[in-house]
């Protein structure tokens, strides 16, 4: 049974920092390049971030330099986070984990991050 859930957002201010995590349940993740997504209202899901079985990382180049993913692997299990640093704006949305490039048609709930003063 595949499940993903996410979870760390919150309210910050710009500048500010914020961790995500994410549990995926499921044998399929252990050998798949996992990333984040973000959807902010009125726009379209994006991928931000995305990191391989075999350690290599991909960044949109709006959040290269500020944001750090990384991940464990487990049996039937990955752990993903996101190190999200010097907060804009511009990173306000619902952030969501699965698989990179091409997401799995399924999603979990999700973790708002309001970047606001």
């Known amino acids: 049974q595949v499940q993903l859930v996410e979870s760390g957002g919150g309210l910050v201010q710009p500048g500010g920092s914020l961790r995500l995590s994410c549990t995926a349940s499921g044998s399929i993740f252990s050998t798949s390049a996992m990333g984040w997504y973000r959807q902010a209202p009125g726009k379209q899901r994006e991928l931000v971030a995305s990191?391989?079985?075999?350690?290599?990382?991909?960044?949109a180049n709006s959040v290269k330099g500020r944001f750090i993913i990384s991940r464990s692997n487990g049996k039937n299990r990955v752990n993903l986070w996101l190190q999200m640093n010097s907060l804009k704006f511009d990173d306000t949305a619902v952030y969501y984990c699965n698989v990179a490039p091409t997401a799995y048609d399924y999603w979990g709930q999700g973790t708002q991050v309001t970047v606001s003063s």
């Open positions: 990191l391989s079985s075999s350690g290599n990382t991909n960044y």
